[in-house]
């Protein structure tokens, strides 16, 4: 978590202590949610946040243009998520969303972390 924001870290350089001590460390990361990067530079003894991920499997209910409702398989709960920024699996919601009878037989693989919901995978039911 840097910045109250979900983040995977992309590299990380650590420096050599100094006169009073403490090495550094600087993380270099994107968010999840809005690929923006951010860089972070911590005393290397020191904690960070990490959030959880909570990872399920949904049935798409409704594709809307900016939003998509989603009911998970297990406690059938329904949430709206917002459009995935991958070009593939926008095209796939598209296609979707023409057909309403394929859209039935599909699910989605969710990721919740940090309070925020993204589709990380579509893939057809069995």
Not at 33 to 41: A, I, M, P, V
């Amino acid at each position: 978590m840097v910045e109250d924001e979900a983040c995977i870290i992309k590299s990380t350089e650590r420096s050599k202590s100094g006169k009073h001590g403490h090495a550094k460390v600087r993380v270099v990361c994107v968010g999840v949610f809005d690929d923006n990067k951010r860089s972070l530079t911590i005393p290397s003894g020191h904690m960070v946040e990490v959030p959880e991920i909570i990872k399920g499997n949904a049935q798409i209910n409704f594709i809307e243009d900016v939003t998509i409702n989603i009911m998970d398989l297990e406690t059938y709960e329904s949430f709206d998520v917002a459009w995935p920024k991958d070009e593939e699996m926008k095209n796939k919601l598209s296609d979707l969303q023409q057909n309403p009878s394929e859209m039935a037989q599909t699910q989605v693989e969710y990721w919740n972390l940090a309070g925020k919901t993204l589709i990380n995978r579509i893939f057809a039911a069995k």
